[in-house]
């Protein structure tokens, strides 16, 4: 069976490191996984966050790119809830000039303000974006993959997010539905926008640029039906919503219709993960990874990534541990073999056809490593062969 493997860089910043190194150490990782067999490298989209230098997908692929030839490209995802249809396909019409047939263009709907006169549901999970989970408290598939009880974003995390949109968007400004946005981006694409006198529009560059559009979902919320309604390729999150990662895979193949693109359901599933050598070193170097995600979800922006000796200090109490225990017990740690057999789990639970792969630790060294002992092992078990 193949399964390809994603690498999913968030642009880390380990303590110690400044922004120069970041950039240096994403091109060296673009090197080192394309020339390992991965299948694409995609960048996310984060903002206010110390710890994450990812901000602009477009802009990254644009630093990263030059110093790859074969691998996809592609971001995970644009926020498009405070940009425009427009911007994106143009700056992604650039992009494919430059890297002709290995663009993607991954969109997720992302916090936004809604319309004035939209009546809109109240609640946390709202605010995210994304659908509550079926189930309340922690259950497990068929072949044993955790789905922990679902997280409720607490004050601080709701507080952040009105920040930031505060900063993303201009005073006044809403977002259409994401729908609309969605089939904007694709009308685009394919020059099928009129003014008002039918006079068409060209967006220059974009139009009929060399792009695979992808739609990225938390849940089985809107992200997911639109993408099957309308044939996209679907991500769904098992790394920062792993409550929910079945049921949106679900919904997305449930509403799936078959486009000129895509006769059957296509989905990759992201996933943390570090690999080492032995069990032991994975786990010491995710040591930090508790007190990383406790930033984020305490409202406080994620912090650089913690040295080993940095990490007694960040000990996590009882209610911060809480905090992040989904995230924390569904990362995939261990040696390779450990790691491809919770991959193998991943796949059996949700017939992901892809998985994408994001890795956490404070030695740039060690990240590159994992990312290298994972698909050697992947390849071994015939899932993937070497792109190289």
């Known amino acids: 069976m193949t399964v390809h493997l994603t690498v999913l860089d968030l642009l880390p910043r380990s303590s110690g490191d400044d922004d120069a190194t970041v950039l240096a150490n994403a091109r060296s990782l673009a090197v080192a996984v394309e020339a390992a067999g991965y299948r694409r490298l995609w960048f996310a989209e984060h903002h206010l966050n110390p710890g994450v230098l990812g901000s602009s997908p477009a802009v990254t692929i644009a630093l990263v790119g ?25 700056e992604f019409g650039l992009l494919a000039a430059a890297f002709g047939g290995r663009l993607d263009l991954g969109i997720g709907r992302s916090p936004s ?4 006169d939209t009546e809109q549901p109240g609640g946390p999970s709202h605010a995210l974006g994304r659908a509550p989970a079926r189930h309340t408290t922690e259950t497990r598939t068929a072949n044993g993959l955790l789905l922990p009880a679902p997280y409720t974003p607490g004050p601080g995390t709701l507080a952040r997010l009105r920040a930031t949109l505060d900063l993303l968007q201009q005073p006044g400004a809403w977002a259409p539905p994401y729908d609309e946005q969605l089939d904007e981006v694709v009308a ?3 020059g099928s926008v009129t003014d008002a006198e039918g006079r068409r529009l060209t967006a220059a560059p974009g139009e009929g640029a060399d792009v695979d559009l992808w739609v990225l979902g938390a849940s089985a919320g809107t992200s997911a039906s639109v993408a099957g309604a309308r044939g996209l390729p679907f991500v769904a999150s098992y790394h920062h919503s792993p409550a929910t990662v079945v049921d949106a895979v679900e919904a997305y193949r449930a509403a799936f219709r078959p486009s000129e693109k895509r006769a059957a359901p296509y989905v990759a599933v992201s996933v943390d993960a570090v690999a080492a050598p032995t069990s032991a070193e994975a786990q010491r170097l995710a040591a930090g990874y508790g007190p990383w995600v406790r930033s984020i979800r305490a409202g406080e922006g994620a912090i650089p990534y913690p040295s080993d000796a940095e990490v007694p200090a960040l000990r996590l109490g009882d209610e911060d541990a809480a905090l992040v225990d989904d995230r924390v017990r569904t990362q995939l740690l261990g040696d390779p073999g450990e790691v491809a057999d919770r991959l193998e789990q991943v796949v059996g639970a949700t017939g992901a056809d892809e998985i994408a792969i994001t890795t956490m630790t404070h030695a740039h060294a060690d990240r590159v490593r994992s990312y290298e002992l994972i698909a050697a092992e992947w390849a071994r078990r015939g899932h993937a062969a070497p792109t190289a």
């Open 113 to 116: 303000r809604p319309a004035p």
């Open 66 to 90: 030059p110093v790859t030839s074969r691998i996809r490209l592609g971001s995970a995802g644009v926020q498009i809830g405070h940009r425009t249809p427009l911007a994106t396909v143009e």
């Open 188 to 190: 685009l694409l394919e």
